[in-house]
């Protein structure tokens, strides 16, 4: 059985970790090679406690990643990759919210995406760091590189894996599609939650009806002029449905505010914005949006 490594314990690296144990895979959790980290990390999910091993160093041995990471770590992962490859047979998996402007040239071809939208947290318990499954969603799995998804099936090993984990998990063709999806969502949700210092499903009792169709409209016109269809009003729907179903939950926006961390939002509304303007248009909402957050957490970065 090859083993798994996890990048980034953050909830949802956590909660994958997690479903692969529970379910029998061999789990070990990759720290920064710069990291003071503790050999064993231990996670309190339903009333258990799990124990991982934790590495600084990759492996010489063949390992599925899965990498749950911030938008602004991929670029850093993926050069320390470049610089020391995996071994022949192993996989590389990468979730993280948002785009990149330059993923054509940074995300391998080899490499697959997951998306989901399950919804966690993590909060300071009686035992320590817990993990709180707040909103029960779904995820999909394909090739980063549309090239290589036309041509190859996913492994199926690969997929019944992660499908027993965290249920249900789709073998999507279309990853970009999916990924489009995904940004719209998070573009509607979770600069929102900061503003308004919410969990998901508050959102739904808010007067924001007019702003998230606003969003959705320059969201929508910057994927069609990259060739992806995707009409506004599917685009609200499906923001609404996913904010009701992780209506418990923490967006990881709001969970990094309140960490003080850096946030994703140049990679979601940040990313249409700048978008729409290379594309000589404006975008004002989500351009409004992006420069709120930013200014809400302009010293963040610094206390990283
Ligand atoms: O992806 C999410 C996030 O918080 O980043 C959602 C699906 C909105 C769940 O909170």
Same mark, same amino acid.
């Given at each position: 059985m090859t083993p798994w490594l996890v990048v980034g314990s953050g909830a949802l690296g956590s909660l994958m970790a997690v479903g692969l144990q529970r379910t029998g895979q061999q789990v070990q959790l990759k720290a920064r090679a710069d990291s003071a980290a503790a050999p064993q990390l231990q996670i309190h999910a339903n009333q258990h406690n799990y124990e991982f091993p934790v590495y600084t160093s990759w492996p010489a041995q063949p390992v599925r990643v899965f990498a749950a990471i911030k938008a602004y770590q991929v670029a850093p992962l993926l050069n320390e990759l470049r610089a020391r490859p995996l071994a022949p047979g192993s996989e590389l998996i990468l979730s993280y919210n948002g785009m990149l402007d330059d993923e054509a040239s940074l995300i391998p071809s080899a490499a697959l995406h997951w998306v989901t939208t399950h919804g966690a947290f993590r909060q300071v318990g009686d035992n320590g760091q817990e993990l709180v499954h707040a909103g029960q969603g779904e995820s999909w799995l394909g090739w980063a590189n549309p090239a290589v998804s036309g041509a190859a099936g996913l492994p199926a090993d690969l997929l019944r894996t992660l499908a027993t984990a965290l249920p249900p998990l789709v073998a999507e063709p279309d990853m970009v599609l999916r990924r489009w999806h995904k940004l719209a969502v998070n573009c509607l949700i979770n600069p929102l939650t900061v503003i308004h210092?919410?969990?998901?499903?508050? #959102? #739904?009792? #808010?007067?924001?009806t007019d702003l998230m169709q606003q969003l959705a409209a320059e969201i929508s016109q910057l994927a069609a002029q990259r060739g992806v269809v995707l009409p506004a009003a599917g685009i609200v729907a499906q923001a609404r449905q996913v904010a009701q179903k992780t209506a418990a939950n923490w967006s990881s926006m709001l969970s990094d505010v309140r960490n003080q961390r850096p946030t994703e939002i140049d990679y979601l509304n940040g990313f249409i914005a700048r978008g729409c303007q290379q594309a000589g248009y404006a975008a004002p909402a989500n351009e409004q949006l992006w420069q709120q957050v930013k200014k809400l957490t302009k010293d963040f970065s610094r206390l990283r």
């Open positions: 210092q919410c969990r998901n499903g508050e #959102l #739904l009792n #808010l007067p924001l």
